[in-house]
């Protein structure tokens, strides 16, 4: 019995095309994120500066309480802090997080 040849070059194009899928859907849960947090209203300079301070913090603390409002945030609590800046003011989950 022969085996089934595999297409190799049609797996590697079916999972470049998935990558490119999964890549643009992160840019897009980024920016439902940036507008549902409100901080669209934010300057670009300004948003940019915040987000390099939170990756270089190494403050233990300080990230937990981050973490902390962030969830706070996703599980409808921040709705009013959205809504006052200019956000959609949904909460819920503009990541996309949890969906298959």
Do not use: C, H
Not at 63 to 80: N, P
């Amino acid at each position: 019995m022969m085996r089934k040849t595999r297409d190799y070059d049609a797996e590697l194009r079916a999972l470049s095309d998935k990558a490119k899928s999964i890549k643009a859907k992160k840019v897009e849960q980024l920016g439902l994120l940036v507008t549902g947090t409100g901080a669209d209203a934010l300057d670009l300079d300004t948003l940019a500066g915040a987000l390099l301070a939170a990756v270089e913090s190494a403050d233990a603390e300080e990230r937990e309480a981050w973490r902390s409002r962030g969830a706070a945030f996703f599980q409808g609590r921040g709705r009013k802090a959205g809504r006052r800046s200019g956000g959609n003011g949904e909460g819920g989950n503009p990541t996309g997080a949890g969906e298959a």
